[in-house]
């Protein structure tokens, strides 16, 4: 099958796009806004984009609480998620008002963060704490589209060592949670090493 998306015209239940551009790491963003409230949402439009500085984007819908307390503070920390905590980053997703604490909704600790003021998730076991570098509504065809990305230069790591193996992260032990469209998800248990062909003059690539 084919469809044109000026059209979306596939001829199936719900849009398939999202679910061919998967799996999609999760961005569970923390931030602190001015009153001291603390936000806790996961974004499925999350990536790392750079390792030199190391930079990660997430991308919302709209200006949501996490957008507008990044860009106005300045600061957010992405807490990895993963399968055994996969039903609290879907209470998270809750549509709650800006003075409600989604720690508390979804019965978490917070932590503190090192080089930043908004918390983390005591119970993730890795975190990257972030300063926002830029931001920024991204453009299709038709002029600027109703996102907004958010640029963040992390600036400092939390890794739990029980996720650690021999001097590794071991994916399997972290177990990171994936989006997969839908209402689907799915998480790293499976995993395997390949190696990458060489340059020219025989190093690795």
């Known amino acids: 099958m084919f469809y044109a998306t ?11 796009f999202k679910a061919i551009v998967s799996p999609r790491p999760i961005g569970w963003i923390s931030t602190l806004d001015a009153n001291g409230i ?3 949402s996961p974004y499925s439009f999350f990536n790392a984009i750079s390792d030199s500085p190391k930079l990660v984007m997430v991308s919302s819908a709209g200006v949501k609480d996490m957008v507008r307390t990044a860009i106005e503070t300045g600061e957010f920390v992405c807490n990895l998620a993963t399968g055994d905590l996969a039903r609290q980053v879907v209470k998270t997703s809750a549509a709650a ?22 918390p983390r998730v ?14 920024f509504r991204p453009k299709g065809r038709n002029g600027a589209s109703g996102n907004t990305v958010v640029i963040g230069e992390v600036v400092g790591i939390h890794i739990d060592e029980r996720i650690l193996s021999e001097g590794r992260i071991d994916m399997a032990l972290a177990a ?24 020219p003059d ?3 690539v």
């Open 202 to 204: 025989g190093s690795d």
């Open 97 to 118: 008002p800006p003075e409600i604490d989604e720690f508390e909704i979804a019965g978490l600790t917070k932590a503190p963060s090192r080089l930043v003021k908004p």
């Open 176 to 199: 990171p949670l994936a989006r997969l469209g839908y209402l689907d998800y799915a998480v790293a248990s499976e995993v395997f090493a390949m190696k990458r062909p060489l340059k």
């Open 122 to 135: 005591a119970e993730s076991p890795a975190a990257l704490e972030c300063v926002v570098t830029e931001s």
């Open 6 to 16: 000026d059209t979306n015209d596939h001829g199936l239940p719900h849009d398939p």
């Open 38 to 40: 603390a936000n806790l």
